[in-house]
């Protein structure tokens, strides 16, 4: 019984609404609002943070604990210093562990491993080694890329993360760019290939109860610059050919989550990049491709964002936009309170309805719910392949 008790709590198998209510001062603004809306805002952030370990008073510890944290990003910085979230099998473990015993509702664990250069589980820390989309584009053996993906998605379920930003579905439309094609993550310039590829990516995950992120939306292959350092314009180079990749995998209900681009592309919208961009995201991806999942920025703290706008117009911009869970991979000691807290004011002002945050709240209950069915159905595989009586897991 204990097992199957952490395992729902821990990934996502039971959902249970958040305590944190208004304050009594914040409540007196607007009797309207609903009471929860403070723990639905946290769910809706998704943030990185330093550290192997948590200590019994840290930011993160807070955040989870106080704020209703959705979710976090696991990083690693590469060195020895103890700043990274990943070191080791058994360290990465008794860390998740940690977080989500804290978490009121279950938190999307996510971590970038792609394979290839863009692999956050090293091979120094413990972990194996896996080839990047490039490779396996070229091969273009989908059972060699379906045993990559099981060592892959067996690693991330042993570790207790159950969100994979991957795969990647930008077409290789220009080799130099220097954060898609020179980095190898992108498995083809083909849209079909890369359909083929991603597909499998997200089937072998599904079974071992992890989900996957598609990205980046609408595109960033054709791009010549990376929105990591500043604003892109893909106006004149971008191809329609890049929403492909997108559009199969959603009408194959083979999207759960979608991360968006930073790009700027005036065809689409004259005004604004992507993530902050409405026309963009509710009116081509949702009503367009008929996208009903949840929709994740890229991280705001990236130059194309960072450097454009100030943080609370980014987070107004993206919410209105359509976005669902804001991703912020680092910033101050009281980033989520103080997120939290500037999302509730713009609702109060009116510069965010509550409707977009009670939507958002509804695709992020639906897919954790989700996810912990996935989880508890690959426990099940894992048990009946073993011989052994599955416990109790409802």
């Known amino acids: 019984m204990r097992r199957a008790w952490l395992i729902l709590l821990g990934l996502g198998g039971l959902l249970v609404l958040g305590l944190g209510g208004l304050n009594p001062t914040f409540a007196k603004k607007d009797n309207s609002l609903p009471p929860d809306l403070k723990t639905k805002i946290g769910q809706m952030l998704m943030v990185g943070f330093q550290g192997g370990n948590i200590g019994a008073d840290t930011a993160i510890v807070r955040a989870v604990r106080d704020w209703n944290l959705g979710g976090v990003l696991l990083l690693n910085y590469g060195g020895a210093d103890g700043s990274s979230n990943i070191q080791s099998p058994q360290q990465l473990k008794s860390l998740i562990d940690s977080l989500q015993n804290l978490a009121v509702e279950p938190l999307f664990v996510a971590v970038d491993q792609e394979g290839g250069r863009i692999s ?66 992108s498995y083809s310039p083909d849209p079909e290939k890369v359909v083929r590829h991603a597909g499998k990516i997200i089937e072998v995950h599904r079974e071992y109860g992890v989900l996957c992120s598609l990205k980046h939306f609408p595109g960033h292959g054709s791009a010549g610059a990376d929105s990591h350092l500043g604003f892109v314009d893909v106006t004149q180079i971008w191809q329609r050919q890049e929403l492909v990749p997108f559009t199969r995998l959603i009408e194959a209900r083979q999207a759960d989550i979608i991360m968006t681009a930073h790009i700027f592309n005036a065809r689409l919208d004259k005004n604004n990049p992507a993530t902050l961009s409405r026309d963009t995201l509710t009116g081509l991806l949702r009503r367009q491709l008929n996208f009903q999942g949840v929709i994740i920025s890229d991280d705001l703290m990236m130059g194309a964002i960072g450097k454009n706008y100030s943080y609370e117009d980014s987070l107004a911009k993206a919410i209105n936009a359509g976005v669902d869970i804001l991703l912020v991979s680092g910033g101050p000691k009281n980033l989520v309170p103080h997120t939290v807290e500037t999302i509730q004011r713009m609702v109060v002002e009116g510069r965010i309805e509550v409707s977009r945050i009670e939507e958002s709240s509804a695709r992020i209950r639906a897919l954790k719910q989700r996810l912990g069915e996935m989880r508890v159905e690959a426990l099940r595989k894992v048990d009946a392949k073993a011989g052994r009586e599955p416990d109790c897991y409802l």
């Open 120 to 185: 956050r589980l090293k091979p120094a820390n413990g972990f194996p080694s896996l080839l990047s989309a490039a490779d396996l584009g070229k091969k273009d053996d989908v059972e060699l890329t379906a045993r990559q993906a099981q060592i892959c998605a067996a690693m991330l379920a042993a570790a207790g993360i159950n969100l994979n930003f991957a795969p990647v579905v930008d077409l290789n439309l220009n080799p130099s760019n220097p954060v898609i094609g020179r980095l190898d993550r």
